[in-house]
């Protein structure tokens, strides 16, 4: 196996001798004298540049024979913000794979819903990470078989199928040859006081790394102020909220913390763990790369002092872009407090409930078949925004609009325009928070037109449009930054 040519080994060795965590996920360090593999802020003594090779991706460490280091743990890394910053069928595919489709439908789902034959994926993702789709699944699974072995008491069997392996043996053989011990030994070495089943049955408590600096403020402030009564709260120091997963439903706990997040997370079927996962780090902007993204932005001088107040901000996501499409489109026009309320009440009507012993958790948010069920003469709201939400809910629900992790972003956008009622503020929202689209700008926004005005930058759409310019491709969190000038609940994390 040859390393990715895309890897610059000079940036790469420098990374390593500076113990750089902000490369942790970009790529990972094979020793050829050891076998092992670590990320680049492995503590020990680094290697000699002679015996160092750079791969892309942990998968593609574990193709070539390479074990993962027992100090760095380098499969618990932020992934790649490549991933979340890209549109192209490689990013695509990844955001699909860490969402389980692999497991859950094989190399062919995952090609039919890009688009593209299994050929033309599998040669793109050997061409770019070095691995194909089948080994970057078997690398999420050994990570997610580590966290059940070092968090759960469950027996190993049960382990093993709710990673997604197709039996117990290749779940043995896997965890010996990722991690050079048996799932007994990774149990043994969990040390004492975090031994697993102290916490309830089905709960599981993690950590979720994330690069530093995250300013949690608008992250958590926005998912609060906003939050939909029954499928979400703030509780206790903790956003939290019901999950629509593959396999049955959950509930996730999120709390910020200085080096990571706290998460807790309510599964009734184990087996949607690493899309549990996956899908609170997207909400959560997790994989950003807050430097990159920083610096931009500081280069336009009316820019800077609100990054240097406050840096590391990131845009506020999704769990579900559908969910998150609907609320829009209920938030059309109105206070934050009436698309909460109109919110609410389709949730009480139309939502699936569940039990919820630890807060105030009723309901997951209806799907879209369910509203699309709904009397539109019960719908409290204008009929022409009436109309937008009956042929958005109709779509989504038929499959003529589909809007997932695997979207092309340019492609979803010009459909959602296609829908009556649906403008560019609605559309550009949606592409920000539920595509991921790191580049969506809002210039008709009004508190953004405010805050541009404030500080002196262009307050006309077409001419904040154009100094815009200069901040691509991280214009959505310009538009955080501008955001947070203003006193809005959304800009302050709760109390």
Request: overall charge positive; proline content about 9%; some cysteine.
């Amino acid at each position: 196996m040859q390393t990715a040519t895309h890897l610059d080994r000079e940036h790469c060795v420098r990374a390593v001798q500076s113990k750089d965590a902000r490369f942790d996920g970009w790529f990972y360090t094979a020793v050829l004298t050891t076998r092992i593999y670590c990320r680049p802020s492995c503590p020990v003594v680094p290697p000699k540049p002679r015996n160092m090779t750079f791969y892309p991706s942990a998968a593609a460490c574990q193709q070539a024979g390479f074990r993962a280091c027992k100090r760095c743990r380098p499969d618990t890394s932020p992934g790649s913000p490549q991933w979340n910053q890209r549109a192209d069928l490689v990013a695509r595919a990844m955001r699909l794979i860490t969402d389980g489709v692999v497991d859950r439908e094989g190399v062919p789902g995952l090609a039919a819903r890009l688009g593209y034959s299994t050929r033309q994926v599998e040669r793109q993702l050997l061409a770019e990470l070095g691995a194909g789709p089948l080994a970057l699944a078997r690398a999420q699974r050994a990570q997610t078989a580590r966290l059940l072995i070092e968090t759960t008491a469950l027996p190993m069997a049960e382990i093993a199928f709710a990673a997604g392996f197709a039996s117990i043996r290749a779940f043995n053989d896997t965890v010996r040859e990722v991690f050079a011990l048996s799932p007994t030994e990774l149990r043994h070495r969990v040390p004492a006081g975090r031994a697993p089943g102290d916490s309830a049955p089905g709960a599981l408590g993690l950590r979720l790394p994330f690069r530093a600096p995250l300013n949690p403020d608008n992250l958590f402030g926005h998912l609060a102020a906003t939050a939909v009564p029954g499928v979400e709260e703030w509780r206790e120091g903790a956003y939290r909220r019901t999950l629509r997963l593959p396999y049955g439903h959950g509930i996730v706990a999120l709390s910020p913390r200085p080096d990571h997040i706290a998460c807790r997370l309510t599964l009734s079927d184990l087996r949607d763990l690493a899309v549990a996962i996956s899908r609170c780090r997207r909400l959560l902007d997790l994989d950003a790369d807050p430097v990159a993204v920083d610096d931009r932005l500081r280069t336009d001088p009316l820019l800077a002092p609100l990054v240097d107040k406050a840096p590391g901000r990131r845009v506020p996501r999704t769990v579900d872009e559908a969910e998150f499409a609907v609320r829009a489109v209920l938030g059309q026009q109105v206070s934050t407090a009436a698309a909460r309320t109109h919110a609410a009440r389709l949730v009480t009507a139309h939502g699936k409930p569940l039990d919820d012993p630890e807060g105030g958790l009723t309901h997951l948010f209806p799907s879209p078949e369910a509203l699309a069920a709904v009397d539109p003469g019960t719908l409290a709201m204008p009929r022409t925004r009436r109309t937008t939400f009956t042929t958005l809910v109709g779509r989504l629900a038929d499959g003529t609009l589909h809007l997932g992790v695997e979207s092309d972003w340019a492609e979803a956008r010009a459909r959602l325009l296609a829908l009556p009622g649906l403008g560019p503020w609605t559309a550009d929202v949606i592409a920000m928070r539920a595509f991921g689209d790191p580049d969506a700008f809002l210039p008709t926004d009004l508190g953004i037109r405010r805050a541009a005005g404030a500080l002196g930058l262009p307050s006309t759409p077409a001419a904040l449009t154009a100094r815009a310019e200069a901040w691509r491709p991280w214009r959505a969190y310009a538009v955080q930054y501008l955001w947070a000038t203003d006193s809005h609940p959304i800009n302050f994390l709760p109390v």
